[in-house]
């Protein structure tokens, strides 16, 4: 009674292949071309482009930048969101269904729309702002637009819900009778947090501060239309070479730089998580 | 002395435990604590979700905002509205509706591609034995990797040489997008489509052979059933990253075929107009329709254990 169940795998197979070796060789290949004007490119491939991005300081400037945003991006979503995971992980209500239905929702609409709200709240007269002016915490209005603060907001309301609900699932993997047994041991409540819950989703949190660090170093959206063409992120800088400048090849080199550094991260996520057995905590 | 403690925590986890008898003035000081900590955790949630909604809020709630005076410049909102209007509505560009409508057409159809690409390949990942299959599977999956900026300029790349080399150029073009999604999307319906089957018993199935059902049928008629709740999360993972999708489309789209968030990204860059506040709002308003819809019908579980971005 053997199915031969790899034929179902054939086709799709084939499609996923091709997309992904299509589109990944041509850019990659585009990226040893240096570009003349006009969107042509150079008759003979060299490491020009690469070599021009690690020594010019524009583009060492940018690479900083990006991967500076993204640090305090990831250290605030799981610093703000760790609670809201855990007291919603931990917490059986009717309540704990709402709030997290929300949590998906807030993924679910395009950035776009969140960002345009973000924008009308930080207005010179917004709320904000009246209250910034009020308290006497600022002198001047704060800028959303144009500014690197203004770009890690918007990349934190982009990735924020992501991170909740990876950290909901980290704390849901830790066995409820883990905290009551520490608990029947005299173990107050903080101490059951810093000692058995915290420890114990460690790991997890160390993958998902990487996966989030990552989403935000990729992240387009929201660093295109906050940064204002004054601050410019990597993803950003891809597409102002791809699109305004028309140098492919450069275009290319960066998204190279872009794709290896995300993949190397990934892969020191799956080293964690298969060093500390994390079963699963996104099925991926 | 830890004991008390300890059941004062039980009882506000929601717990069934009941408090060991404490009584009188011993207790008070816990419970002090308590109510203090649940109304710390109650002011963060509210402030985080307040902070979080936030601009969701303020789009939908500007799109009804009636301007205080006829002269008032086109580019103010009035939040939270003094008088309510239903002028932005009316006055939404052809282009965003258009748009709108693109977006959906275009989820649907990758939805729907992902699905006949997903479903097979998950089935084949795992139920088939062979050597390989982790890269294979790896293959599969890879597109989750990718940051979409880097898939957006790579299929821009490779439409443009793959038109060079036979005349058609997929830029700017419906199939071109449809393209540039579908290889986004496929990943998450057989993530989630893998999940519900690893879980499911083979037995189920082998007994339907048994009993005289073909291979196909008993595929058909006992398999399918119980794996469709992974199917229509994945189907809606797929919608959504086709819907929302920015940096892919930005690069893919064009006058002729544009997606509602480019369309909505361009008018931001540009200038301001609350009747962008109006189509914005009707397509949160279609993202709330769905996330309620989908809870329905598969479970909130089930949509964030296949979340596999």
């Known amino acids: 009674m053997k199915t031969h169940w790899g034929r179902l795998l054939v086709v799709p197979f084939a499609i996923s292949a091709v997309l992904l070796v299509g589109s990944q060789f041509v850019f990659l290949q585009q990226s040893f071309y240096p570009d003349l004007a006009f969107g042509r490119k150079a008759a003979h491939w060299s490491f020009a482009n690469y070599a021009r991005i690690l020594t010019d300081p524009y583009y060492l400037r940018t690479l900083w930048l990006t991967t500076y945003i993204s640090l305090i991006v990831a250290a605030a979503c799981i610093g703000f969101g760790f609670p809201i995971a855990k007291v919603l992980a931990r917490w059986p209500s009717r309540w704990t269904k709402v709030l997290l239905s929300t949590i998906v929702l807030t993924s679910f609409i395009t950035t776009v729309i969140q960002i345009f709200g973000l924008i009308i709240i930080f207005r010179a007269d917004g709320p904000v702002n009246t209250a910034l002016l009020w308290l006497g915490i600022t002198e001047r209005p704060f800028q959303l637009v144009g500014t690197a603060g203004g770009v890690i907001i918007g990349l934190v309301y982009a990735s924020f819900g992501f991170a909740v609900m990876l950290m909901y699932g980290v704390v849901r993997t830790i066995p409820v009778s883990l905290d009551e047994a520490a608990a029947i041991h005299g173990a107050s409540r903080r101490r059951v947090l810093t000692r058995v819950v915290l420890p114990l989703s460690l790991p997890g949190l160390i993958v998902g501060f990487l996966t989030i660090f990552n989403t935000s170093m990729g992240a387009f959206t929201s660093a295109a239309l906050l940064g204002g063409g004054r601050i410019i992120t990597l993803p950003v800088l891809i597409q102002r070479t791809m699109l305004l400048d028309v140098k492919y090849g450069m275009a290319g080199a960066l998204a190279a730089l872009l794709l290896l550094f995300v993949i190397a991260l990934n892969f020191a996520s799956i080293a964690i998580m298969r060093r500390f057995r994390i079963t699963r905590m996104v099925t991926v | ?309």
Not at chain 2, 67 to 77: I, K, L
Not at chain 2, 126 to 150: C, E, K, N, T, Y
């Open chain 2, 1 to 309: 002395m830890g004991v008390r403690d300890a059941s004062g925590a039980w009882v506000s986890v929601g717990q069934t435990v009941p408090a060991i008898a404490t009584r009188g003035s011993q207790r008070a000081l816990p419970r002090l604590r308590n109510a203090l900590r649940i109304a710390l955790t109650v002011a963060y949630f509210a402030l985080v979700f307040t902070v979080l909604l936030a601009p969701l809020v303020v789009v939908i709630g500007g799109s009804f905002s009636a301007p205080a005076n006829d002269q008032v410049v086109m580019s103010y909102v009035q939040f939270p509205p003094e008088r309510l209007t239903l002028k932005w509505y009316r006055e939404i560009p052809p282009p965003q509706l258009q748009a709108l409508g693109f977006s959906f057409a275009l989820g649907l159809a990758v939805a729907l591609g992902a699905c006949l690409v997903g479903v097979p390949a998950a089935i084949g990942l795992v139920r088939a034995r062979f050597r390989g299959r982790g890269l294979v599977s790896a293959i599969m999956r890879a597109p989750l990797q990718i940051p979409h900026v880097v898939a957006g300029i790579a299929f821009l790349q490779l439409y443009y040489v793959a038109g060079d080399w036979c005349g058609i150029y997929l830029q700017g073009t419906t199939a071109g997008l449809f393209v540039g999604h579908l290889f986004l999307a496929t990943p998450f319906v057989i993530g989630s489509v893998a999940a519900v089957l690893q879980r499911f018993n083979v037995r189920l199935e082998e007994a339907a052979h048994v009993l005289g059902a073909s291979r196909w049928r008993a595929l058909r008629r006992v398999t399918l059933p119980v794996i469709m709740p992974g199917v229509f999360t994945g189907a809606l993972y797929a919608f959504i990253v086709s819907f929302v999708d920015v940096p892919v489309a930005v690069f893919l789209a064009s006058a002729d075929a544009t997606t509602f968030p480019v369309e909505l990204f361009h008018a931001m860059e540009q200038d301001f107009n609350p009747s962008s506040l109006a189509s914005a709002s009707l397509a949160a308003g279609f993202a709330i329709v769905l996330v309620v819809l989908a809870q329905r019908l598969v479970g909130l579980d089930s949509l964030l254990k296949s979340n596999t971005r």
